[in-house]
């Protein structure tokens, strides 16, 4: 079992940026690739980004891409997602998450384990 708190969310301008972290205990993080997503209201959930177990490997959402960076400190058990150049459209609750180890580096899929989610809101 992996336990996943985010924190770091809350309101900011167009433009602005935001740091989520999210903090992972009960298992070997190293183990975990994991994934960052988002929920806006009325809207399903969607992938917004992923690295592997070691961090050499990240993935993104098109609609992200250049404006996000996903890390990871394998020694803090935390990965991040570094949100640059905010938009309105970037509003949504956000949710870190888990994968086992597997042979696949990266996934936008199968995810084993879910935080409970951080508020991030963009004003125009």
């Known amino acids: 079992q992996v336990q996943l708190v985010e924190s770091g969310g809350g309101l900011v301008q167009a433009g602005g940026s935001l740091r989520l972290s999210c903090a992972a205990s009960g298992r070997t993080f190293s183990n975990y690739a994991m994934g960052w997503f988002r929920q806006a209201p009325g809207k399903e959930r969607e992938f917004v980004a992923a690295i592997s177990w070691g961090g050499g490997i990240t993935d993104y959402a098109d609609s992200v891409k250049g404006r996000f960076t996903i890390s990871r400190d394998n020694a803090k058990n935390t990965v991040y997602l570094q949100m640059n150049s905010l938009k309105p459209e970037d509003t949504a609750v956000y949710y870190c998450?888990?994968?086992?180890?597997?042979?696949?580096?990266?996934?936008?899929?199968?995810?084993?384990?879910w935080g409970q989610g951080t508020q991030v809101t963009v004003s125009a």
């Open positions: 998450a888990a994968r086992t180890r597997t042979t696949v580096p990266v996934s936008r899929t199968g995810y084993d384990y």
